[in-house]
């Protein structure tokens, strides 16, 4: 390898990644406009002509929290994003199509066989974002009285994702012979049971689909609490986190780094891809223009919403132009720790109202923003890739798909001149983009 | 409408409904072939172009039964069918596509919001097979220690049902405003839940996807027990069942249609679309020879596995041909009952081995089987949908693609010079396909 090059993900909030997106002018006037398939297979063609590594889709499992008017001033309707994977198998031939799906409520062998099959049906592009979901309000749709705690949401995602791994691994590679002649589809001594029992699934297997093509789907893990940080150092391939400053996110760069040694695993096994929301001008002074503007049409309801989410404390009937009140200490806290401790930690070291608060970081849902021409952005990008901070991004167009057109128009082009981005896709798969090592199926069935 | 028409869903069991198609001379020599969303886009594409009414996909969730050679002689990988569907929704525009999903292993907050995905990316055409699943080792794949048996899992399957109706119904048709001025996405007065408390699930709702095109997808059930009927007549507007003589299939017939009546529903709201393999040939010789060979292709395992499944006794060790051994009473049988009683009584009617019945039934699995020339088939069609026997056919080509194209160069036209099948689509959606009333949404609540 020549020179070492960003991965970038397309990450895909319809109708943008900015929470007030679906306000903008140039943003579709008619809703069904992202509920149709034709919408997402035309979001996965752009970036597949942008050489991304692969598009990636967030989820969530409730359309809101306890208060009525949630669901007015935003976008919560969310089509399941696993199907829209499926639809973007069609029409595309190279991009990785990586979804978020939660091993809170989903079971294992249901989640192997879907990521499996979507391996299957894109001949090996398929990413499977792990996650343990924070929402008290998903776990109620799926008939608890209550969501897990944290670290119980850590230790059944530990084991999901090996029974998953196990459940890939049943069918070794070459198991259909389909001789025709002496009629034998499957060489049965290929095909085994992995007899799972654990504290909290027991699966005899196998899978009923053969093994997926990158051997198993990539892993990605997006939570970078203690517990996430060991999920994506013993099991993951891709980390996607959310810093807005070099500083922290070089610190936990080598952080989860340094965790992969004990799994016996290399510094290249596990790319770090912070998610970067960036807004492009012909000049400096016009990229301010259009962040302003962004920041003016957030309703206000839908500010608080975002920022009481992502502190998972309900800020209703505090005063907007007030501090933010005393917070529960984050050890009570049973949703996202790591978002928590940045979002508080900001509004103390700035001194930030609660308006001040959700105008800085609800924009990009609390992922860095970065302004300017093309060439600032770029440079942005370059300085955390060149100094410890990152593998690549998720890029997240604040407005869809105009964001990621002028992406892959105005960025991409710079990013290659200077060595930092490929010029063309050179293997088939999402694992041949990343980089990454096709798993061994008799080594993951001897854990 | 002028004449009364037939429906018909190509039932799509890669790689050919006949048990032993893969062993076929026209049958692709590499299973990848199976497993890519090329291929059954394809397929889609093909029965649009026959004006079907929709593509139909079965589903199971374990590889195997006990024997570890079960795996060898037959094709028993599938891939997840509502995945296909939404692979098929791109590259299409008005066949409609039904996947069966198992109440017994997904949570309804899942079924209502994956069949809804599928309902708007295509436009409103889709379609959920509402099962139980009968195989205990599909339980144990997902953590249970055994099957419920059958009458609860049909409890459970009414409720299920239940809770997605609700759901599809907890946004109002119009509820997303989308006034950019005013910064409202959705009037939350039009978004509400459920609330559901029941004996197996409690889903406060609302769903996160909006009101799905057709109101709801159509819902088709499939299993033709006691309860399975009930479940039909109640909340279901297909019926998908399998019959080898017409007296049995008019005796179901007006058994369904007249259990209506008791729910408010009118004899139009359920269509009966029993299952039929077609084998087609220029002359009746031909079709014979075809049929002859097909049987000829059945390995001995195959065949055993087949009948040993559709009977859910293990039939492995007794004589092939002797004659079937005394059974559990199929009161004690835990799997598919009608299935059990129409393969038994056919057994003792014509005095068959093993062998012989296996043969006589394994190759369409358990389905009728018709011969012929395209005006045999086509009598044979015709003769069950004047008769009372049939309001449409699912149609289960023993070879694909080949099959499929076939009944649609050499059948479809007979059938609409007879004026027993349409010439073009006349609406967008599936309901418009089927000739069935948009569900409302008020009166779902209300229940």
């Known amino acids: 390898m020549a020179n070492r090059h960003m991965h970038l993900g397309a990450f ?16 579709a006037n008619d809703a069904k406009e992202w509920l149709s398939a034709d ?7 752009l970036a597949e002509k942008g050489l991304f590594d692969m598009v990636f889709f967030a989820d969530h499992y409730a359309d809101r929290t306890k208060r009525e008017e949630d669901v007015s001033h935003s976008v919560t309707a969310r089509l399941d994003p696993i ?57 109620l749709n799926f008939s608890r009285d209550a969501h897990y705690d944290h670290a119980l949401r850590y230790e059944r995602a530990t084991e999901s994702l090996k029974v998953a791994k196990k459940l890939w691994a049943s069918w070794e590679e070459d198991a259909i012979v389909l001789d025709k002649k002496a009629g034998r589809f499957t060489d049965s001594s290929k095909v085994r049971t992995i007899d799972h029992e654990g504290h909290f699934f027991s699966v005899p297997g196998p899978l009923n689909i053969p093994r997926p093509v990158q051997g198993h789907p990539v892993i990605v893990q997006a939570g970078s609490s203690e517990p996430g940080k060991e999920l994506a150092a013993s099991s993951a391939e891709v980390i996607f986190t ?19 040694v004990k799994y016996g695993r290399d510094a290249n096994d596990l790319k770090v891809m912070p998610g970067v929301m960036p807004i492009i001008g012909k000049t400096e002074e016009e990229a301010k223009e259009k962040a302003a503007h ?4 957030i ?7 975002l920022l009481s989410g992502l502190l998972n404390f309900d800020l209703t009937g505090y005063p907007l132009d007030g501090p933010l009140p005393d917070l529960p200490p984050v050890e009570t806290n049973n949703g996202a720790k790591t978002r928590f401790e940045l979002v508080t930690k900001l509004a103390k070291v700035e001194n930030l109202t609660i308006r001040q608060l959700y105008q800085h970081i609800a924009g990009a849902r609390g992922h860095r923003e970065i302004y300017g021409t093309p060439e600032q952005i770029a440079d942005q990008l370059q300085d955390w890739f060149e100094n410890g901070a990152a593998d690549g991004f998720n890029i997240m167009a604040p407005l869809l798909p105009d964001g990621l057109e002028e992406f892959i128009t105005e960025v991409i082009p710079i990013l290659q001149e200077r060595g930092l981005f490929r010029t063309n896709y050179e293997g088939r798969t999402l694992r041949d983009h990343l980089g990454l090592k096709k798993p061994n199926a008799a080594e993951v069935l001897q854990r």
């Open 294 to 297: 962004f920041r003016s049409l």
């Open 242 to 260: 959310a810093w807005k400053t070099r500083k922290d996110a070089e610190v936990f760069y080598r952080d989860v780094k340094q965790r992969l």
């Open 83 to 139: 199907l829209l994977l499926s639809a973007m198998t069609h029409g595309t031939s190279r991009i990785g199509l990586c979804a978020t799906a939660s091993t809170s409520f989903y079971e294992p062998y249901y989640l192997a066989r879907a990521f499996g099959t979507i391996d299957h049906l894109s001949h090996g592009r398929a990413a499977w974002n792990v996650v343990t979901s924070g929402n008290a309000y998903e776990a």
């Open 299 to 305: 309703p206000e309801e839908a500010g608080l919403r």
């Open 39 to 45: 919408y997402y297979v035309r979001l996965a063609q």
């Open 12 to 27: 895909l909030m319809t109708p943008g990644h900015h929470v007030a997106a679906w306000r903008h002018e140039d943003s």
